[in-house]
C-alpha cells in the first residue's frame, strides 16, 4: 500500500513515515496541499491513504481534503487529518468536508496506528 | 478588546507532557523538569501567533543543546548529525503542537499562525502591548526549556 504524508514540518513528515512504513506503506510526502495536489496529478496509481495536516502555507489541509474529493480520480483514498486543529467544530468542517478520520497533534504511535486500524489500513502481521 | 482568558502553568504542564510522551520522551524516564526558574538563560525560540476573538502569542524557548536535542529526538537522528534547519523545523513543530492546543481552550473563533523560528535568545523577541499570562519553566537534560504564553491586551477605543 502506499501512504502521502502532506505537513509543511519536515520532523512531522518524518515521524508519520517512521509510523507508515512499519506497516509496510510506501510514502510520498508533500509540504503543502498545493504541493500534494501536483504530485497526485503525476501519479499514475493514487495512494491509499493520506495523512493531512491542517495549517500549511499555500493550500491548507481542509482546501484539500475538499479539492480531492471533488475529484472523481481520487475518491478511493482515504484521508486522515493530522493536526493541532482540536476545537470541535473544526473537527466536524473536516469530517463534513470528506476527512474519513482525524487525529490530534501530539499523538502516539500506537494511536495512530489504532486509528488506522479502525480504517482497516493495518495490514495482518504488520507491527503494532 | 481581547476576552480575559487564562492558560495556567498547569495547563501548559500537561499539554507539554503529550508532547514529550508523543515524541521527546516515549519511555518517560526523560522528562521536562519544571523548576520554576523564569530568569533560565535561552539561546532559540520559537513563536505562534492567536489571532481572532483573543490575541496573544505562545513562545517555546530552550538553550542550543535542548533545541538539537529535540530535533534528533523528533528527526531520529544523533545530535552530532543536528543541523540548522533541523532545529529551526523541529522547534516550529513544538510550538504549533502546544499553541494549537492551547487554542482549544480559548474562545470559538480564534486562528493560529504559521511558526516563526529565531535562532536568538527569547529577550531577543518583543511582544508589544502583550503581558506574559502563564508559563512552564524547566530543564531538561540538565537545559533549560521554557513555554510561555502572552496576552496582548488592545488599548481601549479613545485612549
Known amino acids: 500500500m502506499r501512504a502521502m504524508v502532506i505537513d509543511d514540518s519536515r520532523a512531522m513528515r518524518m515521524i508519520l513515515k517512521r509510523i507508515v512504513a512499519k506497516l509496510n506503506f510506501e510514502t510520498v510526502e ?31 489541509g481542509l482546501e484539500f481534503v475538499t479539492k480531492v474529493r471533488a475529484d472523481a480520480r481520487l475518491r478511493e483514498m482515504t484521508l486522515v487529518m493530522v493536526t493541532t486543529e482540536s476545537e470541535q467544530n473544526q473537527i466536524v468542517r473536516a469530517l463534513a468536508a470528506g476527512a474519513h478520520e482525524y487525529v490530534i497533534k501530539p499523538f502516539t504511535e500506537g494511536a495512530m496506528i489504532e486509528k488506522l486500524a479502525l480504517l482497516g489500513l493495518v495490514p495482518s502481521g504488520a507491527s503494532s | 478588546m481581547s476576552v480575559e482568558v487564562l492558560v495556567s502553568a498547569d495547563d501548559l504542564t500537561e499539554m507539554v507532557d ?42 517555546y524557548a530552550s538553550s542550543t543543546a535542548a533545541a538539537r536535542k529535540a530535533a534528533a529526538g523528533f528527526l531520529a537522528m544523533t545530535v552530532d548529525e543536528v543541523g540548522e534547519e533541523d532545529v529551526t523545523d523541529v522547534l516550529g513543530e513544538l510550538a504549533n503542537i502546544v499553541g494549537g492546543n492551547v487554542k482549544a481552550m480559548l474562545p470559538d473563533g480564534c486562528f493560529l499562525s504559521l511558526p516563526t523560528v529565531i535562532m536568538a535568545p527569547e529577550s531577543a523577541s518583543h511582544h508589544p502591548s502583550a503581558h506574559r499570562i502563564s508559563g512552564l519553566y524547566g530543564q531538561w537534560a540538565g537545559e533549560p526549556v521554557s513555554i510561555s504564553m502572552w496576552q496582548s491586551v488592545k488599548p481601549e477605543a479613545g485612549k
Open chain 1, 30 to 60: 508533500a509540504g503543502d496541499g498545493q504541493e500534494a495536489l501536483d504530485l497526485l496529478a503525476t501519479m499514475t496509481e493514487v495512494p491509499d491513504l493520506a495523512l493531512i495536516d491542517w495549517n500549511m502555507p499555500n493550500m491548507n
Open chain 2, 18 to 59: 503529550q508532547v514529550w510522551l508523543s515524541y521527546l520522551d516515549p519511555e518517560g524516564i526523560d522528562p521536562l523538569v519544571a523548576t520554576g526558574d523564569e530568569k533560565q538563560p535561552t539561546e532559540v525560540h520559537a513563536m505562534v501567533s492567536i489571532t481572532g476573538s483573543w490575541h496573544g502569542h505562545l513562545v
